[in-house]
C-alpha cells in the first residue's frame, strides 16, 4: 500500500499567520489530493495535482494555496489563517488506471 | 441532494451481528471505494470497486452503477469494527475527483 505521510501532525497557529501543511509520498503517484474533514460535511477536496508543478482547485479552494515542487511532495498553504479554517487535514495519493486513493495520518489544525 | 447519500449515519450492534450500510448516488459514479477511519482518526482502505463485488473476511461489497448504488456488509460484527465507514465515488469528466458521503459511525458492544 502507499506511504503517504503528512507533518506537523498537529499544529496550532495565530490567526492571520502562515500555515504550511506538507505531505509526502513515496509510491511514485502522478495525483496528490488535499482534504479537510469537518463534522456535518464529511472529507471535502481543497487542492489537488496531476504532477510536479501543477496544483487544480477543488471545491473549497478559497483561503488555501498548494505547491507541487516534486512527484512526492505536496504542501497546503494558509497564507492568512482565520478561525474557520481550523479541521483535521488529509493528503492523498493515487494514480494509474484504478484512481484508488491512499491517505495520510492526517493533521489537525487550530487556528487561534 | 447530495451526491452521496450514505445510511444509516449511526449504527450500534451487538457483537457477532450482521448488518449493511449503503451509499446511494445522484448520478452515474466511475468506482466506488469504501474506508474505515479507526479511533486515531487514520482513513484505512477497505474496497476499491468498479463493479461487482468483492469480499474480504467478514467484509462484502457491492456496487452497482447502473442503479447507483453501493453496500457494505459486515459479518460476526467485532468490537475492532467500531470507527466511522465512509464511501466515495469516482467521478470523472474534467475532473477526476472522489465525492465522500458524511459516513457511518458504527459501535459495537460486547
Known amino acids: 500500500e502507499a506511504a503517504v505521510t503528512q507533518s506537523p501532525r498537529n499544529k496550532v497557529a495565530v490567526t492571520g499567520g502562515k500555515v504550511t501543511l506538507s505531505c509526502n509520498q513515496t509510491n511514485n503517484h502522478n495525483n496528490m489530493y488535499w482534504y479537510r474533514q469537518d463534522t456535518g460535511h464529511g472529507l471535502r477536496l481543497i487542492h489537488y495535482s496531476y504532477g510536479a508543478g501543477s496544483t487544480e482547485k477543488g471545491d473549497i479552494p478559497d483561503g488555501y494555496k498548494a505547491s507541487r515542487p516534486s512527484q512526492e511532495n505536496f504542501s497546503l498553504i494558509l497564507e492568512l489563517a482565520t478561525p474557520s479554517q481550523t479541521s483535521v487535514y488529509f493528503c492523498?495519493?493515487?494514480?494509474?488506471?484504478?484512481?484508488?486513493?491512499?491517505f495520510g495520518p492526517g493533521t489537525r489544525l487550530l487556528v487561534l | 441532494g447530495m451526491p452521496v447519500e450514505q445510511n444509516p449515519p449511526a449504527l450500534s450492534l451487538y457483537e457477532g451481528a450482521d448488518s449493511g450500510l449503503r451509499c446511494n448516488f445522484s448520478t452515474t459514479m466511475k468506482s466506488v471505494q469504501w474506508f474505515q477511519q479507526n479511533h486515531r482518526g487514520r482513513l484505512i482502505t477497505l474496497f476499491y470497486?468498479?463493479?461487482g463485488t468483492k469480499e474480504n473476511g467478514r467484509l462484502k461489497s457491492t456496487f452497482n452503477s447502473k442503479e447507483r448504488y453501493s453496500t457494505l456488509h459486515i459479518k460476526d460484527a467485532q468490537l475492532e469494527d467500531s470507527g466511522t465507514y465512509f464511501c466515495?465515488?469516482?467521478?470523472?469528466?474534467?475532473?477526476?475527483?472522489?465525492?465522500f458521503g458524511l459516513g457511518t459511525t458504527l459501535q459495537v458492544q460486547p
Open positions: 466515495a465515488a469516482l467521478i470523472t469528466g474534467n475532473t477526476r475527483k472522489l465525492i
Open positions: 470497486l468498479a463493479q
Open positions: 492523498a495519493s493515487g494514480g494509474g488506471g484504478l484512481d484508488t486513493q491512499y
